[in-house]
T-cell receptor, first 113, second 112 residues
């Protein structure tokens, strides 16, 4: 069980409102949960991450929450702007040898004026 | 500038041809990866490689193979391309399994 599920696949929000993306993972050994943003024609870039010793992390309008018991983590973008429109990917990894970071299926966020 | 560099940016080829994509990272990382991103934007790991271990995603067809001369280079060879190989191939690197992954700009492959 190494799957990372991500929902929703498409999210359309009004400018200024908040957007939330949820991910679940299967591997209980996972302890690192990054989020990547991919703008059109660009490569994915890390925007925020959280490790399993934390339940919440916040930076520059981004909040990530981690619920280890439920194997669930989420990204919340407050006060969305048109520049937030992009693909967002969650990921999960563990320190176990022979593993690699698994990505969620992606969420296309559209922020409309 | 330190980053992950890929060449070519685009490649169009016919079914059955062999192609090779290059990737170099100047970040001093120990681990490199190849991902395939399809038209639905799904990111699928193909290979994970450091100087000690090659991990192959079991779903990757055998016509794909990674080639590494040192820890800063990881090329991707496709022996006989098929139409379903059309995608963007992203090379990446990281300093470890539990750290940020840095991606290159990608190589867009179109198989006609």
């Amino acid at each position: 069980g190494e799957q990372v599920e991500q929902l929703p696949s498409i999210l359309r929000v009004q400018e200024g409102s908040s957007a939330s993306i949820n991910c679940t993972y299967e591997n209980s050994a996972s302890n690192y949960f990054p989020w990547y943003k991919q703008e059109p024609g660009e490569n994915p870039k890390l925007i925020i991450d959280i490790r399993s010793n934390m339940e919440r992390k916040q930076t520059q309008g981004l909040i990530v929450l981690l619920d280890k018991k439920a194997k669930r983590f989420s990204l919340h973008i407050t006060d969305t702007q048109p520049g937030d429109s992009a693909m967002y990917f969650c990921a999960a990894s563990s320190a176990n040898s022979g593993t690699y970071q698994r990505f969620g299926t992606g969420t296309k966020l559209q922020v409309v004026p | 500038e330190t980053a992950v560099f890929q060449t070519p940016n685009y490649h169009v080829t016919q079914v059955g041809n062999e192609v090779s994509f290059n990737c170099k990272q100047t970040l001093g990382h120990d681990t490199m990866y190849w991902y395939k991103q399809d038209s639905k934007k799904l990111l699928k790991i193909m290979f994970s490689y450091n100087n000690k271990q090659l991990i192959v995603n079991e779903t990757v067809p055998r016509r794909f193979s990674p080639q590494s001369s040192d820890k800063a280079h990881l090329n991707l060879r496709i022996k006989s391309v098929e139409p379903e190989d059309s995608a963007v191939y992203l090379c990446a690197s990281s300093s470890g399994q539990n750290t940020e992954v840095f991606f290159g700009k990608g190589t867009r492959l179109t198989v006609v």
